[in-house]
């Protein structure tokens, strides 16, 4: 007897996923499987892990509040510490599995990985459906290759053809049962800690927060307040969830629309589906150019005017630079996994711009420490503020100064995390050396 497997990527839930609406409705044994790649771990080449505490943190309970849900239908979820080429593998072999299961990708790497499957095992049949993003390609007034070259122009293309977004799909009635029992958590996992943490991951804590905030009056003020330092309320706060599949985009449009009709669109509900749209352009930024999204030069094959300083970018990252304003938001990334979107392309622009450092490394250090991490989004916006991306101006440059007086005029973010213990730079030059005072 053939058996099939379900993969989970970025797809963590079970409500308004086409994947699984479509698995459920096999009947043959099912079995699913998640896998943490021990590579995620590992130092890389930018001097960062792929996955950090926090990151970790926030998805090992996403995972965790999803084999609780599968419970429900007799199923659960297996973790593996190992990569998924070499646990599909497994599954072909022996377990006789034939049919696997997974979400379309946005990234280039896990793209290459199911190319790879496929071409490894002939008679696997890989059934895959969009989970990730709020339209389906074959919805858009384009293809891929013809996304638009900035951000406006997408957005015109899309408010004027206006895509029908699918109506939700319900978790599944019914699930086929497992293939095998239920394994243990892998002992050579990193712990999870049991603190209480800024976000907690899983649908269920994605959905409360969902029903949490349209319903109260935030996405009436949310373009006035969106740029605010700190504050939980000050923004959606969708994002972590988002990013690891635990809530999808249509499900949040969904809720916006139900929250207009009874209290009234305004610029700032508008603003909340143009943030998706970001979003959403990013998605199909990385499908159409590839690995092109790592490349330094970017899109634009212009290698901007940077090098790397060891000294300068280890300042950066512990938010002892000379500038209070990313010392705070970078003390507060690696106290919480998390940054607001003004504080991003503050410490974005100090590390292309001030510092003078390849940008790939301030992405890459992203990568490791935002709960709210995807490829996509993260490497496209260093793109674009380092001007090698979709950025028609060719690079933003914001003026710190101006900015903390905007933003933190009292100085309140920057004393709460401690931002003014300002170092200067430059003590080392590029190469380690020492250099005289």
């Known amino acids: 007897m053939t058996h099939s497997l379900y993969w989970f990527t970025n797809d963590l839930r079970l409500s308004d996923n086409a994947l699984i609406s479509l698995a459920a409705k096999q009947d043959t044994a099912l079995s699913f499987i998640y896998c943490v790649d021990p590579q995620w771990f590992k130092s890389n080449h930018h001097d960062c892990q792929s996955m950090g505490q926090h990151r970790w943190q926030f998805l090992a309970q996403s995972l965790q509040q999803l084999n609780n849900t599968l419970k429900d239908y007799g199923q659960h979820l297996v973790i593996y510490h190992q990569a998924a080429h070499e646990v599909i593998e497994h599954y072909y072999h022996h377990h006789n599995v034939r049919t696997l299961y997974c979400s379309e990708q946005i990234g280039y790497d896990e793209q290459q990985t199911l190319l790879n499957v496929a071409k490894n095992h002939g008679d696997l049949v890989i059934k895959q459906a969009n989970t990730f993003t709020l339209y389906d390609n074959q919805q858009l007034p384009f293809t891929i290759n013809e996304l638009p070259a900035t951000f406006s122009q997408f957005r015109k293309l899309i408010e004027q053809t206006t895509p029908t977004i699918n109506t939700l799909l319900d978790p599944p009635v019914y699930i086929a049962r497992p293939l095998i029992a239920p394994m243990p958590w892998p002992t050579t996992l990193p712990n999870v800690n049991k603190e209480r943490t800024l976000f907690a991951g899983g649908e269920q804590s994605a959905t409360d927060h969902l029903a949490d905030y349209f319903s109260s009056a935030n996405p009436s003020t949310y373009k006035e307040t969106r740029n605010a330092l700190a504050g939980i309320e000050n923004s959606t706060k969708f994002s972590p969830w988002l990013a690891n599949g635990c809530i999808s985009a249509r499900q949040i449009v969904n809720a916006l629309r139900n929250y207009e009709h009874i209290h009234g669109a305004n610029d700032s509900t508008y603003w909340i589906y143009f943030e998706l749209l970001w979003r959403e352009y990013f998605q199909l930024y990385s499908l159409r150019y590839g690995n092109k999204l790592f490349s330094f030069a970017g899109i634009t094959k212009?290698?901007?005017?940077?090098?790397?300083?060891?000294?300068?970018?280890?300042?950066?990252?512990?938010?002892?630079?000379?500038?209070?304003?990313?010392?705070?938001?970078?003390?507060?990334?690696?106290?919480?996994?998390?940054?607001?979107?003004?504080?991003?392309?503050?410490?974005?622009?100090?590390?292309?711009?001030?510092?003078?450092?390849?940008?790939?490394?301030?992405?890459?250090?992203?990568?490791?420490?935002?709960?709210?991490?995807?490829?996509?989004?993260?490497?496209?916006?260093?793109?674009?503020?380092?001007?090698?991306?979709?950025?028609?101006?060719?690079?933003?440059?914001?003026?710190?100064?101006?900015?903390?007086?905007?933003?933190?005029?009292?100085?309140?973010?920057?004393?709460?995390?401690?931002?003014?213990?300002?170092?200067?730079?430059?003590?080392?030059?590029?190469?380690?050396w020492p250099l005289s005072s």
Not at 308 to 324: A, D, E, I, N, S
Not at 334 to 355: D, F, H, I, P, W
Not at 402 to 420: P, S, V
């Open 302 to 432: 212009r290698k901007p005017l940077t090098s790397f300083y060891p000294q300068r970018f280890k300042q950066w990252c512990t938010g002892t630079t000379p500038y209070p304003i990313v010392n705070a938001c970078m003390k507060q990334l690696n106290k919480t996994g998390y940054m607001s979107n003004r504080g991003r392309q503050l410490v974005a622009s100090c590390l292309v711009n001030e510092l003078k450092l390849d940008w790939r490394f301030g992405a890459a250090y992203f990568e490791q420490q935002l709960i709210d991490y995807d490829v996509a989004s993260n490497w496209g916006n260093w793109q674009y503020l380092a001007g090698v991306g979709a950025d028609p101006r060719s690079g933003r440059h914001f003026n710190l100064v101006k900015q903390t007086q905007t933003y933190d005029a009292n100085n309140q973010f920057i004393n709460h995390w401690q931002g003014d213990e300002v170092h200067a730079i430059d003590s080392l030059d590029a190469a380690d």
